[in-house]
């Protein structure tokens, strides 16, 4: 693999190039995670047509070289799926555990098309180390528009950690304090707040991602080119992105192109034929 072709094949199975990697590292990884699935005893083959169908549309990836395992251990009450990183010398390899009751293609309200799709999409950005959009990007995968809209709210598995606390807390006050006066329910307003901040935050996003949808229409056409580049950027190109115009964008790309091999390898994905 000493290629553009080849960095270009491998992204469309799902190996992203993070944004610090360097071409022997990022090779370094595709071969650990490979030899890891070789190893694992208890992988599994769950990428059918529906799956490949979901993560090539939205995300422009098929992958098949991640290691899969049904188990409950370490995943909590409300937890129906897992991504587990395992660190070899710098190295992020990805695992992806999913409850047992997948095994007969539903959990409570989620499909196993829906989950997998959606873990798949952090096991493809696992070189990177970008929480802003993560969530934003990962719930694409979703039909369900409340999902989709809604599901994001929480940036990571601390904040959802931190809200229930905060409600517990507030509970705790309320009952201890209600013994001597009337009115503590006001305490109720502390995670209301909370949420209302979250849900600002999360409108944001949705509208950065929306307006750089728009004005990158004029430099792709379909949908899922379209979603390919904005689910490889970084935060702050997602950001920096939402207030260029479509010619600052092709500039930024064009300009770092040759110093970057994330970027390099999203030009030559998508948008290389359109500036020759």
Known sequence: MNNDDDLVS?????????????????????????????????????????????????????MKDIPWTFDNTGLSM??????????????????????TGFKKGKWLFYSI????????F??????????????????????????????????????????VCLLFFCLFLDIVLSIFY?????????????????????YRKHRRIRTIKRTMRKLVESDKELNGIICRLTDKEIEDFAHYTDCQIMDYFLQNKDKHLRIENIFSLYLEAKNS
Not at 79 to 98: R, T
Not at 132 to 145: D, P, Q, R
């Open 122 to 163: 952090h096991a493809a950005r696992v070189a990177y180390n970008e929480p802003k959009y993560e969530e934003i990007l990962a719930y694409t995968s979703s039909n369900n528009f409340v999902r989709k809209t809604l599901g994001p709210i929480f940036q990571s598995p601390k904040e959802s950690l931190f809200f």
């Open 10 to 62: 491998l992204s469309r199975q799902g190996f992203w190039i993070g944004p610090d990697e360097s071409k022997e590292q990022f090779l370094k990884r595709v071969k650990l995670t490979q030899e890891s699935l070789k190893g694992s005893a208890t992988s599994c083959r769950l990428l059918q047509s529906r799956i490949d169908h979901i993560t090539d549309a939205k995300y422009d990836f098929i």
């Open 113 to 120: 098309d829906e989950v997998v799709s959606h873990e798949l």
């Open 182 to 202: 009337s009115f503590f329910s006001i305490f109720y307003s502390i995670p209301c707040l909370y949420l209302a901040y979250l849900s600002l935050r999360l």
């Open 78 to 99: 409300w937890e129906g799926a897992a991504l587990w990183i395992e660190d070899h010398s710098g190295i992020s390899v990805p695992h992806v555990q999913l409850k």
